[in-house]
């Protein structure tokens, strides 16, 4: 597709209708949530490893064969075509507004190959600095909180619905009810509050990708 578009003077339009043709790759149970996720117009998220939106292509490699499960190298491209097709939704002319919530073991927990974790954590705090997207992280001082289990997802659409992604391990659920989605809302706010400001998010994550240097 890259080719192509060099080809016929295209721009980036046909790698961008590649990458969203892409979303056949991920399992069913996710596909809904990825449709979600590409028209939200605000999303909130808690992370307790790299999200997906913000994995360079070296590490979403990496995360992705590292499951017990053989996968071949044809697929496992697949895979990662279509994690980082997610994140077209970054440039557009107006991307959605984001803020994260990185648990600290997202950013303590590295890559084995040195220089791939570097320019992950470089990325992560190349991200920060973006107007659309603040990130926090939450600091292991923070204590327990009630969304240990796993990562969260808030998403709001432009008519001003709402749903919520759970995701545990190798497990997700896509929360459509209101109440609940108000529950959930109501544990980030809380977990908002007791994570870093943004700047000193951001003045810790830079410290890491001082630290990584191979």
Known sequence: MEAL???YGTGELLVRLWRLARLDAFKSKYRLFMQYEAKATILHSYAISVPGLLQTEDFARVVLSSSPTPISPDELEEAVAARLGRQELLKRFRPPGIRIILDES????PALDAGIWHAQLARIAEAAEAPHMAIQVLPFAAGVHNLMGGSLSILW????SAVAHLEGNKSGELIE???EIARYRLSYDRLRDAALQPSDSAAFIRQLVEDSRP
Do not use: F, N
Not at 106 to 109: G, K, T, V
Not at 157 to 160: F, I, V
């Open 5 to 7: 578009d060099r080809v």
């Open 157 to 160: 659409m432009a008519d001003g």
């Open 106 to 109: 997202a950013l303590r927990r």
């Open 177 to 179: 009810e209101p109440e």
